[in-house]
Nanobody, 123 residues
Framework: VQLQASGGGLVQPGGSLRLSCAASGGTFSGFTMGWFRQAPDKEREFVGV???????YYADSVKSRFTVSRDNAKNTVYLQMNSLKPEDTAVYYCVARWPHTLRYYSANEYPYWGQGTLVTVSS
């Protein structure tokens, strides 16, 4: 499975950005897909995932601001980020696994990773 993330960039605090991740080489509709992020000098952290049945799970720090969605026809998962804060600045990574795991918040559970896309929130 190959994952290609895109959509990162510079945005002002309070702004919005949408990341995309295109997948190839697997049965996309059956995968749990999602996002992790890593800020400078910090550990990689869970952001949010979407299951094959479209159930979603989020980190408390992004709940109500970020939305993960998927388009199975396009083999693509999205991360819509609203009300962005400077502390959201990080490299965002797309991830995938099958089957779903109860430890969806753990980076170690995901064998497939995209290359990362940088999001910078700054005025």
């Amino acid at each position: 499975v190959q994952l290609q993330a895109s959509g990162g960039g510079l945005v002002q605090p309070g702004g919005s950005l949408r990341l995309s991740c295109a997948a190839s080489g697997g049965t996309f509709s059956g995968f749990t897909m999602g996002w992790f992020r890593q800020a400078p000098d910090k550990e990689r952290e869970f952001v949010g995932v979407i299951r094959e049945n479209r159930a979603t799970y989020y980190a408390d720090s992004v709940k109500s601001r970020f939305t993960v969605s998927r388009d199975n026809a396009k083999n693509t998962v999205y991360l819509q980020m609203n009300s962005l804060k400077p502390e959201d600045t990080a490299v965002y990574y797309c991830v995938a696994r099958w089957p779903h795991t109860l430890r969806y918040y753990s980076a170690n559970e995901y064998p497939y990773w995209g290359q990362g896309t940088l999001v910078t929130v700054s005025s």
